[in-house]
Every structure is written in structure tokens, then in C-alpha cells.
């Protein structure tokens, strides 16, 4: 468009030049003329007769410069100016032929006026147009023709016309060159711009300006970038907000959940003892019992149910504290096989009274990362539902009536300690002979109340929370578990972290040196440490007291549930990896 635009004002030049340039150089020459009829009036008296020295020497200057050719006569018609040449007394008998009317028939009066006519006169012997001016000088009376050739004036517009034309078309060629490349220049940050607005729109953080400039473009340029950044930062805000919300709102929906099953559980869980509890107290009420073994058997199922009620809420009140985090885990340093041990033995006379076996195979001194007493109560858990359900091959430990075994020792329950294969693990195995879990529950048992033959489970007390505070515990310790069906029975299992001794030694080397540079630096905080240390060291000997004063192992006892299978499933291991 700018291009068109050019184009038509270079044109309306070139017309207006071609159209006007010849009138407007006849107007200027008309001016000369006037201004030499001026010049030769004022130095040209009646008195004093003509000024010799100024026509001889500043006058030709005037007709030079306005290609003017002059005669004068006085007022007897005698040549005074001009006759030297031929053109001169041509221009002499044209004079006195105009002095007294005898040739202006054909030439066209531009201007007239008392002293002088301006007129277009043509040269018929030579074929030439001449513009004129002749009459009669005001202060000498005497007569006088000035004329300009008007080829000259034709040649000098049409040169002009033809430089004009030229110089517009070499200005045509330089301003669409200017323009292309003004163009390219303006356009290519332009063009940017536009895909860095359509980059932004689609999120595209990455697109930046680069072509920079002090000018509007730049600025603007500048500009987009800080909304780039802007926007990015106000989004990647939005984004964190917004994914806290949804965190809070799924912990939300999530505690809720956990908190309508708990209470759903809880319910169901509670119902039957307390109508056992609602019952006998009934009948003590209305002395169904009269004799005393009677009244002793229904107080002591009401006892029963008591404590097997007070036991669930404890249990329940541990898995909550765990599963929120409330409950913190301190990984320590200890023995394993010391635990191990002194559970085997707290747990010797309860396996006797269901006719079993129990034993531990593995070393005597086993090193593990732990919360020492976390891992008690998960040994805790496999241990009492190994004894729950131990069963012998005569009542299906393969499945399998009279198998014909040694029944001396048919009933085991055995621990066992190992490295796990290719790791720094110790695997932490509880087995006891019976009946094989089915196949499709052994994702299940770590499943909280879950159970299966709810009669045999409320048989010994169970409520079906044991196994998922060893779930809890586990994942608290970031550590594997799991269940399998093992040859003659069932298989419950753990890992932990084997403590190297040559580590852990250098580590308390290191500890040490820390704490003595600590001291060094800073006296006087060394004695609010080592208190510090000493009140820790007094909490972790009362937690330890408090553990070796259990009194009665059947507190100790934590169940999982499941039915004996009728007929068991090949033997398979569910892990619970984390």
C-alpha cells in the first residue's frame, strides 16, 4: 500500500510537471521581461540620452542570464540599442512596424498595459515562437521590443520533465528498497511477537524475544517476556495451590473413609460381645443362675468379654497412632537374636498348651536397623498367629488325613533368621504347621477385621487387627513382608536392615569427635547437651522397664484371621513389597 501511494504522488508530479512546468517558466520570463523593461527605463533619459557605460557593461549580464535579445529607437525611429546583426534589424522593422499597427494580426497579447504589450509572437521565415514585450519607455518616449526565444523554454520544461521522470523512477527503485528491507526489519520482530503470543496462549513458557531494540517493538518485546515470567510464576503458583487443595481434599476424603469403616468395624466388632455381656448380666439379673458354679460361669464370660473388648481398643488405638504417624519411629542398633530368643521363651508355655513345638534356627548374635520395640510386636504378631494356628498332619496340615507322620512331633512352630538373597537384608521367617491359607485371602489377611471363619476366630479371642499393625509397622520402616504357603504349613515373614559393626563403629567415632569439637567451640552449651543426653537416656531406661514389666503373655497375643482351607493351595509366597 505505502508502495502504491508513491507510485501516485511521483505521477501527480510527473503531470503536474509535464502540464504546468511550460506556464510557469512563461510567468517567470514575463517577470524577467518586466524587470529588464525596468532596468532599461531608468538608465535611458530624454535629457540626458541613453547610459552608455551601464549598456555596455551590466546590461548583457540581464540578457545573458534571461537569453534576451533588446532594440531601441528614439522617437524619430533612429536605432539607439541593437542593429548589430541581422536577427537585430529584423527585430528593428518588427519595432516600427508594431509603432505604427501594421503587424500584430497574428500574436497573442498575454499582457498589456500604458507603457508595454506582452505578447506571443511567431517567427514565420524561421518558424519560431517568441514571447514579447515592445512599447514605449515611460521617462524617454522612446521605443523599445525585447523577446525570448519559447524553444527554450519548451526545451528547458522538457528537460525538466525528463529529469523529474528519471529522478522519480530512480526514487521509485531506492524507496521500494528502503521499504522491503524497513519491512523485513519491522516485520521480523513482528513476526516474533505473533508466535511468541501464540506459544504463550498455549502455555509455552519456553518462548522468549531475543531480537531485543531500543524501540516500541523491543520495549514490547521486553514487555511479553515479564508477562511470560509473570504468568509462569502466577501459574506454577496456581498449580501448587491447587495440588495442595486436592492433597487436603483426598486426606480429607480419605479420613473419612477411614473413620465411617472404622466405625462400621468397630460396631460390628463390638456387637456380639456386648450382647453376650447384656445377655449374662440379664440372667444374673433374673437368678437364672441360683447355684454358685452357675453364677461363676456367667461372671466369668461377662469378664471374658470385657477383656477381649479392652484388648481391641488398645490394639485399635496402637494401628491408629501408627497409621497417622503419631507414633515415632526410632531406628536403633540392636540384637536381634537376643529378641528373638527371649520371645521364643515367653512364648514356650502357650505353644505347649496347644501340643507344639516351637523353636529358633538361626546365630545367636544377629545386628539389625530398628525400632527395637516395633519389631517386638510384630514377632509379637507372627508368634501368636502361629500358635493360634498350629495344627498337626493328622488334621490337614497338607491337607491330608492320616499322613501317617510321627505325631511326637507333629505340631512346630519354628524361627528362623537369614540373609535375604543379593541384599544387606535379614529375612525374619515365623513358620508353624497346618492347614495352607486360601489362595485368594492371602492378599486379604493384612486387611483390618478382615476374616474368614469369624467362628474359629472369635474361638480364641481374635479380632482381626493383629496382622495389619504388622502391616503398619512395616511400612512404617519402609521394609518388605509377606506371607506364603510353605511345605507342611504356613509362613510369615519379615526383613530389616543388617548393622554392620565396623560401620557403626566408626560412626560412633565420628559422633564422638563431633560432640568434643562442639564442646570445644561452645562451652557453655556442652552442659545443657549432656543433660539433654541424660534425660534421653533416662526415657529410654523407664521405656525398657516398662516393656520387662508384662506379667502376662496372653497380653502379648495378636491374631490373624483366616479359615483352614479344605483342601490347601500349591504353595505360593504374597509379598508386600514397599
Not at 100 to 106: Q, T
Not at 143 to 159: C, D, G, N, V
Not at 403 to 419: F, N
Not at 505 to 512: G, L, R, T, V
Request: net charge negative.
Amino acid at each position: 500500500m505505502f508502495i502504491g501511494v508513491l507510485v501516485f504522488v511521483m505521477a501527480a508530479m510527473l503531470l503536474v510537471n509535464t502540464t504546468f512546468l511550460e506556464r510557469f517558466y512563461e510567468l517567470r520570463l514575463r517577470r524577467t521581461l518586466t524587470h529588464a523593461y525596468e532596468l532599461i527605463d531608468a538608465h535611458i533619459e530624454q535629457d540626458s540620452g541613453v547610459n552608455s557605460s551601464y549598456f555596455e557593461n551590466d546590461f548583457p549580464e540581464v540578457e545573458r542570464s534571461g537569453n534576451i535579445s533588446l532594440v531601441v529607437t528614439d522617437l524619430d525611429f533612429n536605432t539607439v540599442i541593437g542593429g548589430k546583426d541581422k536577427g537585430e534589424e529584423l527585430m528593428l522593422a518588427r519595432l516600427n512596424a508594431y509603432s505604427i499597427g501594421l503587424d500584430e494580426g497574428d500574436a497573442t497579447i498575454l499582457d498589456k498595459t500604458q507603457g508595454y504589450t506582452v505578447q506571443k509572437k511567431t517567427d514565420n521565415k524561421i518558424q519560431t515562437d517568441y514571447l514579447e514585450m515592445w512599447g514605449v519607455l515611460p521617462h524617454s518616449g522612446y521605443h523599445f521590443l525585447m523577446r525570448i526565444p519559447m524553444e527554450s523554454i519548451r526545451l528547458s520544461a522538457r528537460i525538466s520533465t525528463e529529469f523529474v521522470f528519471y529522478i522519480i523512477l530512480i526514487a521509485i527503485f531506492i524507496s521500494i528498497l528502503m521499504i522491503a528491507w524497513m519491512s523485513r526489519r519491522i516485520a521480523k520482530p513482528i513476526r516474533e511477537l505473533t508466535e511468541l503470543s501464540e506459544r504463550m496462549a498455549n502455555l509455552d513458557f519456553d518462548a522468549k524475544y531475543t531480537s531485543g531494540g531500543e524501540n516500541e517493538i523491543g520495549q514490547l518485546g521486553e514487555h511479553f517476556n515479564r508477562m511470560n515470567e509473570t504468568l509462569e510464576r502466577t501459574i506454577s503458583e496456581l498449580k501448587t495451590a491447587n495440588n495442595e487443595l486436592q492433597i487436603n481434599l483426598d486426606e480429607k476424603i480419605k479420613v473419612d473413609d477411614m473413620r465411617r469403616e472404622f466405625l462400621s468395624n468397630v460396631s460390628h466388632e463390638l456387637k456380639t460381645p456386648l450382647a453376650l455381656i447384656q445377655g449374662y448380666a440379664e440372667g444374673l439379673q433374673d437368678s437364672v443362675a441360683d447355684d454358685p458354679e452357675s453364677r461363676d460361669y456367667y461372671c466369668g464370660v461377662i469378664v471374658d468379654e470385657a477383656e477381649k473388648m479392652n484388648t481391641l481398643v488398645k490394639k485399635l488405638l496402637t494401628l491408629n497412632q501408627i497409621e497417622f504417624g503419631n507414633d515415632k519411629v526410632e531406628m536403633v542398633r540392636f540384637d536381634l537374636g537376643e529378641l528373638i530368643r527371649g520371645k521364643v521363651a515367653s512364648t514356650k508355655i502357650l505353644a505347649e498348651k496347644k501340643g507344639a513345638v516351637i523353636s529358633y534356627e538361626g546365630p545367636e548374635t544377629v545386628e539389625v536397623w530398628g525400632d527395637e520395640f516395633k519389631v517386638e510386636e510384630v514377632l509379637t504378631n507372627y508368634l501368636s498367629n502361629a500358635i493360634n494356628h498350629v495344627d498337626d498332619y493328622e488334621n490337614g496340615a497338607n491337607g491330608t488325613a492320616g499322613s501317617g507322620k510321627d505325631t511326637d512331633i507333629q505340631r512346630r512352630i519354628v524361627v528362623k533368621t537369614e540373609h535375604a538373597e543379593n541384599t544387606s537384608l535379614i529375612r525374619i521367617s515365623v513358620f508353624n504347621t497346618g492347614s495352607h491359607i486360601p489362595e485368594e485371602d492371602l492378599d486379604l489377611v493384612w486387611v483390618k477385621f478382615f476374616k474368614v471363619d469369624k467362628a474359629r476366630t472369635r474361638a480364641y479371642g481374635g479380632s482381626g487387627v493383629g496382622l495389619s499393625i504388622v502391616k503398619a509397622i512395616m511400612d512404617s520402616f519402609h521394609q518388605n513382608y509377606g506371607v506364603r504357603n510353605a511345605d507342611g504349613g504356613v509362613e510369615f515373614w519379615f526383613e530389616l536392615e543388617k548393622a554392620g559393626g565396623e560401620q557403626l563403629s566408626e560412626a560412633i567415632e565420628d559422633c564422638k569427635r563431633m560432640d568434643a569439637l562442639k564442646d570445644r567451640i561452645d562451652p557453655e552449651g556442652a552442659e545443657a547437651r549432656h543433660r539433654g543426653d541424660a534425660a534421653a537416656e533416662q526415657k529410654n531406661r523407664e521405656r525398657y522397664s516398662a516393656k520387662t514389666k508384662k506379667t502376662r503373655p496372653e497380653d502379648e497375643v495378636v491374631d490373624a484371621e483366616w479359615t483352614f482351607a479344605e483342601t490347601p493351595p500349591p504353595a505360593d509366597d504374597k509379598t508386600k513389597k514397599k
